[in-house]
């Protein structure tokens, strides 16, 4: 690796590391610290840019440096998020509830693959909410009822 490359890596990923640190970066600032022009900062942050957005598809948030106009530099910022949050699940639980486009037995198994993705530590606390807006969905009708492991049983669960 010639030592243009093994400087522009350093300088990218020192500036990457003050970012996730809730640093403010300032172009001059940096420009001056590596001796190189403001243009060459500019170039290593949209590389940086490309970089979290491609990353973005792989763990869900969507990271982005930005221009923060009050501080007069560059800040790294989670825009959003890629997964499935409490109102988007039971938007998704409902719609397909509503739809009857499936069994209960098949509702079951999709909510809780929906359940599964959200990737959230309160996964427990998720089945619960979705149990309680679709109780008496899974009661009504002479299909049974539905346990825990999402079988059609004859009694109440």
């Known amino acids: 690796m010639g030592r243009d490359s093994e400087d ?3 300088r990218i990923l020192s500036i990457y590391t003050r970012l996730k640190q809730g640093k403010v970066i300032y172009k001059q ?3 001056i610290r590596y001796g190189v022009a403001a243009r060459t ?5 949209t590389d940086m840019q490309c970089f ?3 990353q ?3 763990f869900g948030e969507i990271q982005e440096i930005v221009y923060d106009k009050t501080a007069g530099g560059y800040i790294l910022q989670t825009r959003k998020s890629n997964k499935l949050d409490e ?8 719609a397909l509830m509503e739809s009857h486009a499936t069994t209960k037995r098949e509702w079951y198994q999709i ?3 929906l359940i599964y993705l959200c990737g959230s530590d309160e996964n427990l606390i998720w089945e619960k909410i979705i149990a309680k807006g679709t109780d008496t969905w899974l009661r009504e009708g002479g299909e049974g ?3 825990e492991n999402g079988n059609e049983t004859m009694s109440e669960v």
Not at 87 to 94: E, G, N, S
């Open 8 to 10: 522009k890596a350093g």
């Open 111 to 113: 909510v809780h693959k």
């Open 41 to 45: 900062i500019q170039r290593d942050i």
């Open 52 to 54: 979290l957005q491609e």
């Open 56 to 58: 973005s598809s792989l």
């Open 29 to 31: 600032e940096e420009s």
């Open 87 to 94: 109102k988007d699940l039971l938007t998704v639980a409902r």
């Open 145 to 147: 009822y539905v346990n």
